[in-house]
T-cell receptor
Framework: AQRVTQPEKLLSVFKGAPVELKCNYSYSGSPELFWYVQYSRQRLQLLLRHISRESIKGFTADLNKGETSFHLKKPFAQEEDSAMYYCALSGTQGGSEKLVFGKGTKLTVNP | SQTIHQWPATLVQPVGSPLSLECTVEGTSNPNLYWYRQAAGRGLQLLFYSVGIGQISSEVPQNLSASRPQDRQFILSSKKLLLSDSGFYLC???????????FGNGTRLTVT
């Protein structure tokens, strides 16, 4: 079964500090992983996907198949990074593609 | 505890046929309700959201419509499906606008 776990419901850091939002997954096949972000009063939007290997707004995420993790990292957090972050996995289950979300982590960056 | 039910899990429909996807939430009242779609190779797109019975906001013009006949029921419909309507549809709810989203299991729609 596909499963995404975000162990931290809340994460609070100070501006300029490094931040890491954890995401672990369970999937027997070859997954496609995403991070979505929802800023206050805005819609959910795609932040990055692992196949792109890109850095968006200073965030990066590396897929670690050995640890089945896809942690989101940023070396220096900014106040505008405060938002809800969701990790998601796209895979095939029962012959059908499926997108599964974690429960989300609320990141607060304090001044 | 709150739960969200979305059905069917998979659906194959011919072009021109109608569509009805249903989503219900239990264990909470007056939730914000959302319909999202993920098309192949793209991120999630918000289609509709609702803050109350009969209150529907459409985010993108398209071939789909949504209705909220009861507080915890959200229905996605189409009178005539197009090939481009194929995709993965997710229903979600939240307590209020900035609270965490809770997602259903999704419906994989294939229009043939």
């Amino acid at each position: 079964a596909q499963r995404v776990t975000q162990p931290e419901k809340l994460l609070s850091v100070f501006k300029g500090a490094p931040v890491e939002l954890k995401c672990n997954y369970s999937y027997s096949g070859s997954p496609e992983l995403f991070w979505y972000v929802q800023y206050s009063r805005q819609r959910l939007q795609l932040l990055l996907r692992h196949i792109s290997r890109e850095s968006i707004k200073g965030f990066t995420a590396d897929l670690n198949k050995g640890e089945t993790s896809f942690h989101l990292k940023k070396p220096f957090a900014q106040e505008e990074d405060s938002a809800m972050y969701y990790c998601a996995l796209s895979g095939t289950q029962g012959g059908s593609e499926k997108l599964v979300f974690g429960k989300g982590t609320k990141l607060t960056v304090n001044p | 505890s709150q739960t969200i039910h979305q059905w069917p899990a998979t659906l194959v429909q011919p072009v021109g046929s109608p569509l009805s996807l249903e989503c219900t939430v239990e264990g909470t009242s007056n939730p914000n309700l959302y319909w999202y779609r993920q098309a192949a190779g793209r991120g999630l797109q918000l289609l509709f959201y609702s803050v109350g019975i009969g209150q529907i906001s459409s985010e993108v013009p398209q071939n789909l419509s949504a209705s909220r006949p009861q507080d915890r029921q959200f229905i996605l419909s189409s009178k005539k499906l197009l090939l481009s309507d194929s995709g993965f549809y997710l229903c979600a709810w939240s307590t209020y606008r900035d609270s965490p989203l809770h997602f259903g299991n999704g419906t994989r729609l294939t229009v043939t």
